[in-house]
């Protein structure tokens, strides 16, 4: 049993050290470690603050390379650094290279921008004329752990919002709505989320001007 799973049953009503329900076996702690492994992921999509930097060998004339990682997930790329040119490339889509010229597969010379493709494969615009080193830092997911004995991949101010997505779902599952959307809140408020995305129930959206009114007629 690990610290966040402590702080669980600690939350839930129950003695870690002589625990009734989540035992402290593989079987019995199922239910608090998926709901902790979903919260680490979620977390981690949300705010991208697990980050890695890998070293991509390109080659001569090749486009497209997959992104296999051995530990974690791909999540999305941040920053792609081109050491032939000591500059960074910018991302760009499809309709953007369409539109700047429909040829562009057919291009080589020194990489521009790259083009995120489904969920672990990009490319490279134009393609490298010789095989050069690229930086490429990541926004990874982490791998699910399943024993105690399995580091745990998130901030330590972001624990106890994993904590509370916990409790959360166990409420749910037991049809207590009141305590799962309490706990819910709190897992929103340690994440920061309703700082990033405030929710005013009496704010009204509306388009506003704060230009001076046109003359108007008199007489």
């Known amino acids: 049993m690990n610290d966040l799973e402590r702080h669980v049953i600690e939350l839930i009503g129950e003695d870690p050290d002589s625990p009734d329900v989540f035992v402290d076996t ?8 998926e709901s902790l492994n979903d919260a680490i992921e979620e977390i981690c999509m949300v705010t991208g ?4 930097t890998y070293i991509v060998p ?9 992104l296999a ?15 032939a040119t000591k500059r960074r490339l910018e991302q760009t889509d499809l309709v953007r ?15 521009q921008s ?9 490319g490279f615009v134009p393609k490298p004329a010789a095989a050069e080193i690229l930086e490429l830092t990541c926004v990874t997911i982490p791998g699910r752990y399943s024993s105690d004995a399995d580091r745990i991949k998130l901030r330590d ?10 409790v959360g779902e166990y409420y749910a599952s037991r049809g207590d709505a009141q305590q799962a959307m309490y706990h819910h809140n709190v897992y929103l408020d340690r994440l920061g989320i309703q700082q990033i995305y405030p929710l ?9 001007t704060n230009k001076e009114y046109w003359p108007r007629p008199t007489g």
Do not use: C
């Open 97 to 111: 290279l369409n539109a700047w010229d429909p040829r562009w597969m057919q291009l080589n010379g020194s990489p």
């Open 49 to 52: 603050s697990m980050k890695r």
């Open 26 to 33: 593989a079987a019995g702690m199922t239910q608090i470690r």
């Open 114 to 122: 790259y083009l995120p493709i489904g969920f672990n494969v990009i």
């Open 157 to 166: 101010e972001f624990k106890w919002a994993a904590v509370h997505f916990a």
């Open 58 to 66: 390109l080659e001569a004339s090749q486009m497209f390379y997959r």
């Open 200 to 208: 005013d129930q009496g704010e009204i959206r509306q388009f506003r």
């Open 69 to 83: 990682f051995s530990q974690d997930e791909f999540g999305w790329v941040t920053d792609a650094f081109y050491h």
